[in-house]
């Protein structure tokens, strides 16, 4: 069972270049979240998903899109990237609302 | 605006000491309380608390939640080298969302 899994694990960006991470769950979860966590800090929510379908704003959203098209995937975008959302990119799932999260192991992106 | 706190940042212990790692929180709408451990890579959860003053427990770990006084601990007893690792605190509030605090980070050494 692979629970959580995150591609690419590392990427490295120009300023004003795109990408898309790819977050992907074989649990059936419905809620997916998409988090990043900066040194010394603790995970940002961007944005998130109650179903599939269905995308939210969370508390640092800006410079970000997201697409759940998919149940089983939740897509984060990154239209021009700035050298300010170097960071480690964490995507989470859940079964039900305010159930714990499952993460997965990241994705390390530096834009320089 | 919500804030969850954590103290301290960081501590250095040696193998056998028990440690106490607080978290408090000022929030509306508060439901849960939720402690996860992270070591290299992905977070995991640890407890959820959503009563205040039942202790929940994990082998040397338990942690308990105090709604009066918005707080909670988590301590570790005898504590090992792998349980070295950033010690995070959230909580969820009716809105679905999770907020984490800044964790601390815990070393132990041999």
């Known amino acids: 069972n692979a629970g959580v899994t995150q591609t690419p694990k590392f990427r490295v960006l120009k300023t004003g270049q795109s990408m898309t991470l790819l977050c992907a769950q074989d649990m059936n979860h419905e809620y997916m979240y998409w988090y990043r966590q900066d040194p010394g800090m603790g995970l940002r929510l961007i944005h998130y998903?109650?179903?599939?379908?269905?995308?939210a704003k969370g508390e640092v959203p800006d410079g970000y899109n997201v697409s759940r098209l998919k149940k089983q995937n939740f897509l984060l975008g990154l239209e021009s990237a700035a050298p300010s959302q170097t960071s480690v990119y964490f995507c989470?799932?859940?079964?039900?609302?305010?159930?714990?999260?499952?993460f997965g192991n990241g994705t390390r992106l530096t834009v320089t | 605006e919500d804030k969850v706190v954590q103290s301290p940042l960081s501590l250095v212990v040696h193998e056998g000491d028990t440690v106490t790692l607080n978290c408090s929180y000022e929030?509306?709408?508060?439901?849960?309380l939720l402690w996860y451990k992270q070591e290299k890579k992905a977070p995991t959860f640890l407890f959820m608390l959503?009563?205040?003053?039942i202790e929940k427990k994990s082998g040397r770990l338990s942690s308990i939640l105090d709604k009066k006084e918005l707080s909670s601990i988590l301590n570790i007893t005898a504590t090992q080298t792998g349980d070295s690792a950033i010690y995070l605190c959230?909580?969820?509030?009716?809105?679905?969302?999770?907020?984490f605090g800044d964790g601390t980070t815990l070393t132990v050494k041999p």
């Open positions: 989470a799932s859940s079964p039900r609302l305010l159930s714990p999260l499952h």
């Open positions: 929030v509306t709408n508060f439901r849960s």
């Open positions: 959230a909580f969820n509030t009716n809105a679905g969302k999770s907020t």
């Open positions: 959503t009563s205040s003053g």
């Open positions: 998903s109650v179903g599939e379908g269905t995308t």
